[in-house]
């Protein structure tokens, strides 16, 4: 049973960089033909990709983010992360880590982590 | 692709029939279509897939429907669990993936 867990900071201030984990458990994020990514939510409002990583390495953004967001992935600690520049207050959201199986819907989800941007 | 969800709220009574559109602003390639289902304070959990093909654990009382832009999840029998958010969400532009803003099914 494939589990995901997010960890970081809940607190980040105006134009800091946020940075998350997600620790991988009971399968590999180099395991063919997996997609690896975060997913947000701000507080009463829907859900917005924010990219992935590939099994493979391969990154790809959602271009509404600016290039603020960068996602790698350490497979000796089967954990890949988020890290988004320039806070601000509209990207205080929770931020979920969730797999994808090849070109496919997210399957399996962790239990979100809420981030606060405020000074 | 932009994806409209309606109505933004449903009121409904146990027992009976929920019926929730999603609208593509173009063609969803290959019906690569998902639904969701977010309980308050729970992460999204996937319903649906290629528009159709109910996710593992899944009741049968959940079904998807169509093609092209227009996509229906359809309920039967709600039960008091039912009672969420729903969202669509496509990825037959993958990479880039978009998601509905959601379906409030309240109880009536």
Same mark, same amino acid.
């Given at each position: 049973?494939?589990?995901?867990?997010?960890?970081?900071?809940?607190?980040?201030?105006?134009?800091?960089?946020?940075?998350?984990?997600?620790?991988?458990?009971?399968?590999?994020?180099?395991?063919?033909?997996?997609?690896?990514?975060? &997913?947000?939510?701000?507080?009463?409002?829907?859900?917005?990709?924010?990219?992935?990583?590939?099994?493979?390495?391969?990154?790809?953004?959602?271009?509404?983010?600016?290039?603020?967001?960068? &996602?790698?992935?350490?497979?000796?600690?089967?954990?890949?992360?988020?890290?988004?520049?320039?806070?601000?207050?509209?990207?205080?959201?929770?931020?979920?880590?969730?797999?994808?199986?090849?070109?496919?819907?997210?399957? &399996?989800?962790?239990?979100?982590?809420?981030?606060?941007?405020?000074? | 692709?932009?994806?409209?969800?309606?109505?933004?709220?449903?009121?409904?009574?146990?027992?009976?029939?929920?019926?929730?559109?999603?609208?593509?602003?173009?063609?969803?390639?290959?019906?690569?279509?998902?639904?969701?289902?977010?309980?308050?304070?729970?992460?999204?959990?996937?319903? &649906?897939?290629?528009?159709?093909?109910?996710?593992?654990?899944?009741?049968?009382?959940?079904s998807g429907s169509g093609s092209g832009t227009d996509?229906?999840?359809?309920?039967?029998?709600?039960?008091?669990?039912?009672?969420?958010?729903?969202?669509?969400?496509?990825?037959?532009?993958?990479?880039?993936?978009?998601?509905?803003?959601?379906?409030?099914?309240?109880?009536?």
């Amino acid at each position: 049973q494939v589990h995901l867990q997010e960890s970081g900071p809940g607190l980040v201030k105006p134009s800091q960089t946020l940075s998350l984990t997600c620790t991988v458990s009971g399968g590999s994020i180099s395991s063919s033909n997996y997609y690896w990514n975060w &997913i947000r939510q701000p507080p009463g409002k829907g859900l917005e990709w924010i990219g992935y990583i590939s099994y493979s390495g391969n990154t790809y953004y959602n271009p509404s983010l600016k290039s603020r967001a960068t &996602i790698s992935g350490d497979t000796s600690k089967n954990q890949f992360s988020l890290k988004l520049s320039s806070v601000t207050v509209a990207d205080t959201a929770v931020y979920y880590c969730v797999r994808a199986p090849g070109s496919d819907a997210f399957d &399996i989800w962790g239990q979100g982590t809420m981030v606060t941007v405020s000074s | 692709i932009v994806l409209t969800q309606s109505p933004g709220t449903l009121s409904l009574s146990p027992g009976e029939t929920a019926s929730l559109s999603c609208r593509a602003s173009q063609s969803v390639r290959s019906s690569y279509l998902a639904w969701y289902q977010q309980r308050p304070g729970q992460a999204p959990r996937l319903l &649906i897939f290629v528009a159709s093909s109910r996710a593992t654990g899944i009741p049968d009382r959940f079904s998807g429907s169509g093609s092209g832009t227009d996509f229906t999840l359809t309920i039967s029998r709600l039960e008091p669990e039912d009672f969420a958010v729903y969202y669509c969400q496509q990825y037959g532009s993958s990479p880039l993936i978009t998601f509905g803003q959601g379906t409030r099914l309240e109880i009536k």
